[in-house]
């Protein structure tokens, strides 16, 4: 099996989901006993976070420099464990030097959608995601609609993901995030741009969940298994 290296810690609980979907999935494919050949490069989310409103030349040099600590360590692929963060890749991938490929959710997951034939998407994610024009741009340049909730619907969602992301997760948010979402039955698709968000989702009938962070893994997983299957 080949290694995935993941660029990891943005957030550490997401981190944690990856690390679960993608042994889980080496569990499944090799056998009970079997897990993924991972390697971990967490960083502190903390100093990024702080940059996000109008900073991102300092973002892309702190990004820059962990993509290649990371790909200095030999990984077969990487995984940049975080939707906003591909904002940044999207800005330097052409000054890195790096021979391997790099499995883009956002890029994937506009390419899961025509494939299904999704023609209209609920997004949700960090409050900055569900203003940015970034995530929309891409499905919208691919002919898909993009719904996002109200304000007060956001603030409600940012809170929610912020517990997330510290490490704090309530019963009650799966019934919050259903109530928000029930509101947006037009829409045939919900797309999960936040890695914490997978946790409290559940899916409406007859609705497409588009997680990123699943496809993603399912993507660089089938990569991995390419020699070995």
């Keep these: 099996m080949k290694r995935i290296g993941l660029l990891g810690g943005t957030s550490w609980p997401s981190t944690i989901e990856y690390y679960k979907l993608l042994n889980e999935k080496a569990d499944c494919h090799l056998g009970c006993g079997h897990s993924a050949n991972i390697t971990l490069w967490s960083i502190d989310f903390f100093k990024i976070k702080q940059l996000f409103s109008d900073r991102w030349e300092e973002i892309n040099t702190i990004m820059e420099d962990e993509i290649l600590s990371l790909n200095h360590t030999n990984p077969d692929c990487i995984l940049i464990c975080n939707n906003t ?8 991938k052409n000054r890195l030097s790096i021979d391997v490929p790099v499995f883009h959710m956002v890029d994937l ?7 299904l034939g999704v023609k209209k998407v609920l997004l949700l994610g960090s409050k900055f995601t569900m203003n940015n024009s970034y995530y929309p741009s891409k ?16 603030d409600r969602i940012q809170s929610i993901q912020t517990n997330l992301a510290g490490g704090k997760c309530s019963s009650l948010y799966k019934s919050e995030m259903n109530e928000i979402i029930t509101r947006y039955e037009s ?17 409406l009938p007859n609705t497409i969940v588009l997680d990123p962070m699943a496809i993603q893994c399912d993507e660089a997983f089938k990569f991995s298994m390419i020699e070995t299957i």
Excluded: N, R, W
């Design 85 to 92: 963060l591909h904002q940044s890749y999207d800005l330097i």
């Design 109 to 115: 997951s506009v390419k899961k959608a025509i494939d």
């Design 139 to 154: 499905f919208i340049k691919a002919g898909i609609q993009v719904v996002t909730p109200t304000a007060k619907e956001k």
């Design 187 to 203: 829409c045939d698709a919900l797309l999960l741009a936040c890695t914490e968000l997978s946790m409290v989702v559940t899916p």
